[in-house]
Structure formats: C-alpha cells, structure tokens
C-alpha cells in the first residue's frame, strides 16, 4: 500500500513535471496567453494547468517575498544549485515549480555545455552539413559541375549563422536570466565554492562582487565536464594550436574565411577520438567539403555493438573520411615553414599531415576549485564525485547531478538527475537518480542509438542459452528501400529468450534516435517483445521494422502450439 501510494505520488508527479519543467521536452514555462502554450497545451492536455500554476505561483512569491541579490549579503535559499547547464537549470526549475526558493549559481553563460558547445551547435552543423552533402551531391549528378569554392563559402557561412542563432534562440526561450526570473529563480553571476555544507560563497571578478549564499534544505552540485587534458598524452601539443569541441563552432569557420587562398575543398582537418563528438565533427566536416581524418585508439563508437562500429567506418570511408582505428596519436608538431600540423601514430611509420588538429579524446568532471575538500565530498574512480543511487554525495544535504558525477554524459540524463536530486531533497522520501540504462544517440547519418545490454553483455550476465537475438538489416526495410538508406544500417534487438523480455538494442538507421524511444518505452511498460506485433505501426515507416521483426518472434511463439490448434481446429472451434 505504501509502495503503491509512493509510485503513484512521487513517480508519476516528478514524471508529470519533468514533462514540463526539463529541456528533454524543450518547453518554455511563460504566462499562459502566449500562443505557443496553447498549442502545446492541446498537445499535453496536463502542461497547460502546470503552466498556469507557475506563473501564479511566481507573481504570488514575487509580491510577498522578494527576492534580491545583494553584494556582500547572505542570503538563504531552500534550494541552491551550482552550474547552470542541464542538470542545474532542471534542478532548479523543479524548485520553483514547488515554490521553493532558489538560487542558480552559474559562473559563465546558463546553459551549459548542452546549449552552447555540445548539443545545439553540433546539431545544428549536422543538420546543415547532411544538406550540403545532398546539394553537393545532386549538383555533381544532374547539374552541369562540381560546386565552386565561392558557393560552398558562402554555404558555410551560412551555416556558422544558423548555429549562432540556434544557439541564441534556445538560450533566449530556455535558458535566459529573463526565463529564470520569469520562474522566481535567482541567479548568482559568478564562481561557487564550498564554505561549509550548508553555505556557498559566490565571487564574480568582473565585477568585483562575492555573495554568500545558505542553504535551508540543500545544494545541488552540477558543474558539468570538461574537454580531457589531451597534452597530457599527446607529446608537443603543447606547441601547436588545437581545436576541441568549445571552441570549434567559431575555429573551423574564422579558419575558412580567413585562407581565402586555400579551397574549402583542399582543407584537411586530422580528428583525434572515435567516441561521439569525434564522429559527429568528423561527418560534418567532411560533409561541409574538407578532407578528413580520423584516429581512433579503438573501433569507432566502442561501447556500440561491433557491428555499428564496422558499418559506420565503411560508411565514413565510402564518403571519402580517412579512418585509422587502434592507433594512438605519439606525438604532434608544427611545420615552421608551411605551418602544416603533422601526427605521428604510435605503432605506424605513416605521419598524419593536417592543416587543423581538432582533439576529442574525452570530458573529465569539473570538481576543481569548487572547495570540496572544505566539507569531505568524496570522488569516485571516474574522478567524478562519488554519489549514492539517490544523487547524495558522502555529505548529508550536498546532491550532484549529470556530467559532473563522471557517468554518462548526456543532456536526458543530465536533466533526470538534476530533477531527482532536487525532488530528494525538497520531497519526501527518495527516488533513484542513477540508471543503469540510458538510451544514447551519435547523430551521425545514419544515426547510431542504442540502450541495454548488447549482445555479448546479455550473454555474459544470463548464459548463451537465454538469450536470442531479432536482427534485420535496412536493406529489407522497405522504406529504407524507398529513400535509398538501405545500404548501411540495421535493427537488432535483444531479448529473453524465454520471457521475450527486451534486454537491449542497437539501430542503426535515420531517425535511430527516434525508433529507440519506442524500445525503451516496450521495456519499461514490460512489454515482451513479440507482444510488440500487435500494435499497428503505419507503413512505410521505420518503425513498422519493429513490428514485423515481433512478430516473427510472435509466430515462431504461435508455431510451438500448431498441435493445440489443429486439435481445436478439428473440434471445430
Ligand atoms: C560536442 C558535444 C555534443 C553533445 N551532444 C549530445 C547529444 O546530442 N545528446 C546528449 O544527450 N548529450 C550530448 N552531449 C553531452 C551533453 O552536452 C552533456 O551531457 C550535458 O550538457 C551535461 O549537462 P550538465 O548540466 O551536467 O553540465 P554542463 O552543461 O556542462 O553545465 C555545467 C555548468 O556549470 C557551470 N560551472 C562549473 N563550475 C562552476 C562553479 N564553480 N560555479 C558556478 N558555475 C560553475 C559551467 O559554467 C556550466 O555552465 C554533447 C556534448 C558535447 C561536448
């Protein structure tokens, strides 16, 4: 009775919000007259009371009980909350949407990583690079010659404006001090660090300013990551200018406009890391027009399933990518004469030779500077700080949520976390902020999105013999068929192969990171997978795969039982 009564008030009212409050919905929380909100709100029938709740909510505290910000004060909060980016500005949000006071301490621009060097922008130049592939492409083949350098400059202009905008326009409806105050959120401009468990010291050197802040109920830590040191590995980089993913969005474009000499065309950019953002820079680039290559310690995409790691290098590699796997880069130098950056790889003779070196070897947890030795907060093996499965850290009321805690790094996840460590600080009881399956998406083309075990994970945790495997290819999607996508790609699911249970999946195809929501969704209703053949999928969809791959699952099922059924039959049932 207990439990039931705790599933339905805390789970279905933290999932209720987060629909609204979080940025997995991407959902501006404004008065309700605005026409967007009406919209949505017919879409999601609950968000348009949720929207009205805030908005009184905020106008009522607003005229009771200001609050203000002033130098040198202390001021206490219900909840504060330190990094503006996913995990933060949700946290956050989840107070105001319980009329809790907060604060945000945010010490550069709010949104964080998400908003303004990961997911947006590389979006954003994924979007724009598959369309100047396509217009490249149908050029060459129905037009009279290749694109000229003037075109695909001014395209790439273009582009790098579509992404400030992007960026800007998601900032401006999410993310913005005008949103916060909108939601009775505070926002403390400046660098966090820990005087105790309970107060905050903010200092903004711009202008000179240092608060304290205190916390009634607790502090939610979401200071995010950072691109890894790779001069730390890679000998003499050090001596060379280097891009990573914060300051790409303007380095690769300044550095186009700025040859005006060298073609877009005889460009080469050499990328180092075979993870996500390495694979998704690499596309884009070398969609948008420059040579690329890519070096990879590993396979590509190594916690994929192997056989998405070997598709999409022979995909990379059809589209002309220079893919070298299980090779380190040694060393880095620049050429004083040409200025040309060559790469030196551990257990080849070849040298890379480059014009830009764009380095993606990983994101390290920010835990510097943030005082954490001041009150005893533990770090864990991955060098984030140590939380329990309800987001505590080891100091009672001190909560840390997304890239901050070193595990997966993704915006969803980010998001979760930071509305469940809000929730279990400010709700009663407790709900589970880490996950042991996350949906993850490289929107590479075609996509690569997965969650659950794999094949050989499955296997090794339940034996050989419990698990079974629906595999098909695109090439025997119809619609895949149609558009022409059906020379790389598959679907391949894993499942119990008694209870048909789904334990896992891999896609690999457009709108992967769509299809896999639906799996996700199958497994956590608990619904097996041949059970999946009786809901109606239109064709020719993408999905409607997963339906007919059910269903020969679901057939095999039936087929067990002909004996029965021929006996029914004959009694004339
Ligand atoms: C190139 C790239 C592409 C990505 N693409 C995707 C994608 O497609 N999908 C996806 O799910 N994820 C993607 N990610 C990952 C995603 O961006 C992160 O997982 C997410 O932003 C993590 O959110 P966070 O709140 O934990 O940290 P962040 O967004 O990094 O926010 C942390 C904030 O804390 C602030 N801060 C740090 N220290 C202090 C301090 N002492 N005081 C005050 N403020 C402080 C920082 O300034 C920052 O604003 C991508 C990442 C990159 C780099």
Redesign the pocket.
């Known amino acids: 009775m207990f439990a039931m009564s705790r599933r339905d008030l805390v789970s279905i009212y933290i999932a209720c919000w987060l629909s609204v409050i979080s940025r997995v919905d991407a959902f501006v929380v404004s008065p309700p007259s605005s026409a967007n909100n009406c919209v949505t709100s017919s879409l999601h029938p609950s968000t348009k009371t949720s929207h009205m709740k805030v908005w009184k909510r905020c106008t009522r505290r607003k005229k009771n009980k200001p609050v203000s910000l002033k130098a040198s004060a202390s001021t206490t909060y219900d909840l504060i909350v330190?990094?503006?980016?996913?995990?933060?500005l949700t946290a956050a949000k989840f107070a105001a949407t319980f009329d809790k006071s907060v604060c945000l301490?945010?010490?550069?621009k709010v949104g964080?990583?998400?908003t303004w060097?990961?997911?947006v922008p590389?979006?954003t130049l994924l979007s724009a690079a598959k369309r100047a592939y396509t217009w490249q492409q149908m050029n060459e083949q129905y037009g009279d010659s290749k694109i000229d350098d003037t075109a695909l400059r001014k395209m790439l202009q273009g582009v790098k404006k579509d992404i400030d905008e992007k960026r800007n326009r998601i900032y401006e409806e999410d993310d913005s001090p005008k949103v916060l105050e909108s939601l009775c959120i505070d926002l403390a401009q400046g660098?966090?660090t820990f005087r105790d468990e309970k107060t905050i010291d903010v200092s903004n050197e711009s202008d000179d300013t240092s608060y304290q802040l205190v916390a009634k109920h607790g502090i939610v830590i979401?200071?995010?990551?950072s691109p890894r040191n790779p001069k730390l590995d890679i000998k003499g980089l050090d001596t060379v200018p280097y891009w990573t993913?914060e300051n790409v969005w303007n380095e690769f474009f300044s550095s186009i406009e700025q040859n005006s000499k060298q073609k877009v065309s005889s460009k080469r950019i050499v990328i180092v890391g075979g993870g996500p953002?390495g694979c998704e820079l690499s596309q884009a680039i070398s969609k948008l027009g420059c040579s690329v290559t890519l070096i990879s310690s590993n396979r590509l995409l190594p916690t994929e399933e192997v056989e998405a790691s070997t598709e999409l290098q022979e995909v990379f590699e059809e589209e002309g990518i220079q893919v070298i796997c299980d090779q380190r880069v040694e060393s880095v130098s620049k050429s004083d004469d040409d200025g040309l950056i060559s790469v030196a790889l551990t257990d080849s003779e070849d040298t890379i030779v480059g014009d830009h070196i764009l380095v993606a070897t990983g994101?390290v947890p920010?835990i510097q500077?943030?005082g954490l030795g001041n009150i005893g907060v533990q770090i864990n093996s991955n060098n984030g700080i140590r939380v329990d499965d309800n987001l505590q850290t080891s100091i009672k009321g001190v909560f840390a949520a997304?890239?901050?805690t070193g595990d997966r790094?993704?915006?969803?996840y980010?998001g979760y976390q930071g509305a469940i460590a809000a929730r279990n600080i400010l709700l009663p009881l407790k709900d589970r902020g880490v996950l042991s399956q996350v949906p993850a998406t490289t929107?590479t083309d075609p996509e690569i999105a997965s969650f659950g075990l794999t094949e050989e994970a499955a296997k090794q945790q339940l034996g050989e013999d419990l698990v079974s495997i629906s595999h098909r290819s695109l090439s025997k999607v119809d619609r895949a068929v149609c558009e022409g996508t059906d020379t790389h790609g598959f679907i391949k699911i894993v499942y119990h192969t008694k209870t048909k249970q789904i334990l896992g999946a891999t896609i690999m195809s457009p709108a992967a990171g769509e299809l896999i929501s639906e799996l996700s969704v199958a497994k956590d209703a608990k619904l097996s997978f041949d059970k999946m053949s009786t809901v109606m999928h239109s064709y020719p969809s993408y999905g409607i795969a997963l339906q007919q791959m059910a269903a020969d699952v679901y057939y095999d099922k039936l087929k067990k039982s002909k004996l029965v059924y021929d006996i029914l039959k004959r009694a004339g049932l």
């Open positions: 330190i990094g503006g980016g996913s995990a933060g301490v945010e010490s550069n964080g990583d998400c060097s990961g997911c590389s979006k660098k966090a979401a200071t995010g990551a993913y953002i994101r920010n500077n943030l997304g890239d901050c790094q993704f915006t969803h980010a929107f």
